[in-house]
């Protein structure tokens, strides 16, 4: 995997958890706690998006998918894959923190 692509899913998943954050306040893990959770979802997200779409992506007639190369598909598809993997990691860390206060 291209090493943009996976700066792009952890970028995405910090705003991503931010994000979730601010819309969930009472999940809330401040913004250096949101952001942490937010880059390991993203990673983790953006990973499991490029894997389920990996083989569509190889079969591009331009080739671009074989070669790694980033069209804006790829990009869009890493922005998305990052972003919702850090706000749903957010928000399970945050609700099993939640949890644990009562």
Not at 17 to 45: C, E, F, M, P, R
Not at 53 to 81: E, F, N, P
């Amino acid at each position: 995997m291209d090493i943009v692509a996976v700066i792009i899913q952890l970028v995405a998943g910090a705003v991503g958890g931010n994000a979730a954050g601010a819309a969930l306040k009472d999940y809330s893990l401040g913004t250096v706690g949101n952001s942490i959770a937010g880059i390991v979802g993203g990673g983790i997200g953006g990973q499991i998006l490029a894997a389920v779409l990996g083989g569509a992506a190889s079969g591009m007639a331009d080739g671009a998918g074989a070669a790694g190369g980033m069209d804006i598909g790829s990009i869009v598809g890493d922005i998305a894959g990052g972003g919702i993997g850090g706000a749903v990691l957010m928000i399970v860390v945050g609700v099993i923190k939640s949890m644990m206060k009562k």
